[in-house]
Every structure is written in C-alpha cells, then in structure tokens.
C-alpha cells in the first residue's frame, strides 16, 4: 500500500490563478480530511469526507472548494488564489471517521505570490 | 468550541527525559493523540489514548492522561537526537460537535542537545 499520497508538493501560483491539489489513499478509507498548516497555527480543518459523495466543511473553509466522488480521491481546489492561503495542506484519512488512527499524506507546500 | 493548548518550545540534552504537556478543553474527548512532525515532513502517529485509560506506555514513551484537570503529557525516555521534532496532541470526540474530526494544539518544538 501507498497509504496516502499528495501531489504536488511544491507550488507557487499567482493570487487568482486556480488550482487542484490532489489526495490518494489505497486503504478502502471512508473518511478523507484536509488541513492546513501555519506558523504557530497547529493544524486547522479546512474540508471533510465521511464517504463517497458525502463532503462538509471544517474550521477554515473559506476559498476552498472539494468533491469525492470516489472512495480513493479527495482533490482540494483552489478557485482564486490568494496570498493568505499560502501553506503546507495535509491530506488525512481513516477506516471510518469513528476510527482511532488518522493516517496523514507528506503534504503540499503552496506559496501564492 | 473545543481548544488545545501546549507550550511552544522544550530543550532538554540528549539522555535525559522529556515530557511535553498538554491541555485540552472537551470533557467528552473520546482519543487523544500525540504526532510527531520532523523537518519538511508530514505527521507521523506516535501513540494514542483511549480517554477510559490513565496511562499507556510504548518503549520509549509514556502517555499520561488526567481527566479530571483534562491534562495530557507525553514522557520520552532516554532522548535522542533523533527526537528533535514538533510533537502535535489532539484530541477527538467520536460524539459531539466537532464530528470526529481532530483537534489539534499549535505544537511543541523539542530541541535535544548533544
């Protein structure tokens, strides 16, 4: 198994260009998650997935946009970009959301200049 | 909402003990967890607790949990260089608000000393 997988994990964009931030996971997991991750911020909730078709929105969700409509897959989208959204995004999932363990993706570092 | 909070910073020197508190606020936590994060890396699970249990230890590490001062902490035996890193706690409540997902603390860097 490749557990979960993030792709890219380096990325500058220009403020208002668009973007996909992609997530994987091989482990038949029903729950995905996304964070963000900033400078004495710890990590905050941006999005969440309790399963296939089933999204709903975490701490910080404003500017961000996600789907699932595959177990595997939870793209994180970035419709215009601006530079308060520079940050390292981290992917998550689990079995189920009642699950003990959290299993996190290596993130994606994004700059937006 | 539910809060986590851990002091910032811990240095200690290479063979002693460390222990990294934590606190939280939701009396209904169902897991607490400690993550620890290395440079440019993602987070790794280091242990866990279930919230009916006062103590778990792993090798190295030794989890203490206080339900009544919703006190959290982390014991790492004999440091290493290698330990240097962000230890993240969370917690998660399976049952109330935050629906299951983790709550997390802003982290704590250990520097360890040689």
């Known amino acids: 198994n490749a557990g979960v997988t993030q792709t890219p994990k380096f990325q500058v964009l220009k403020t208002g260009q668009s973007m996909t931030l992609q997530c994987a996971q091989d482990?038949?997991?029903?729950?995905m998650s996304w964070y963000r991750q900033d400078p004495g911020m710890g990590l905050r909730l941006i999005h969440y997935?309790?399963?296939?078709?089933?999204?709903d929105q975490g701490e910080v969700p404003n500017g961000y946009n996600v789907s699932r409509s595959t177990t595997e897959d939870f793209p994180l989208r970035l419709l215009s970009a601006a530079p308060s959204q520079t940050s390292v995004y981290f992917c998550?999932?689990?079995?189920?959301?009642?699950?003990?363990?959290?299993?996190f993706g290596s993130g994606t570092q994004l700059s937006v200049l | 909402g539910e809060d986590v909070e851990q002091s910032l910073f811990l240095s200690v020197r290479e063979g002693d003990s460390s222990v990294i508190n934590c606190t939280y606020t939701d009396s209904s936590s169902t897991y607490l967890y400690w993550y620890k994060q290395e440079p440019g890396a993602g987070l790794q699970l280091l242990t866990y607790i279930f919230s009916n249990m006062d103590m778990k230890q792993d090798q190295r590490l030794t989890v203490l949990l206080n339900k009544k001062d919703k006190h959290l902490s982390l014991r790492i035996a004999d440091t290493q260089t290698g330990d240097s890193a962000i230890y993240f706690c969370a917690e998660r409540n399976l049952y109330g608000g935050s629906q299951g997902n983790l709550i997390f603390g802003k982290g704590t860097k250990l520097s360890v000393k040689p």
């Open positions: 998550a999932s689990s079995y189920a959301s009642s699950s003990e363990k959290l299993f």
């Open positions: 482990m038949n997991h029903e729950y």
């Open positions: 997935s309790v399963g296939a078709g089933i999204t």
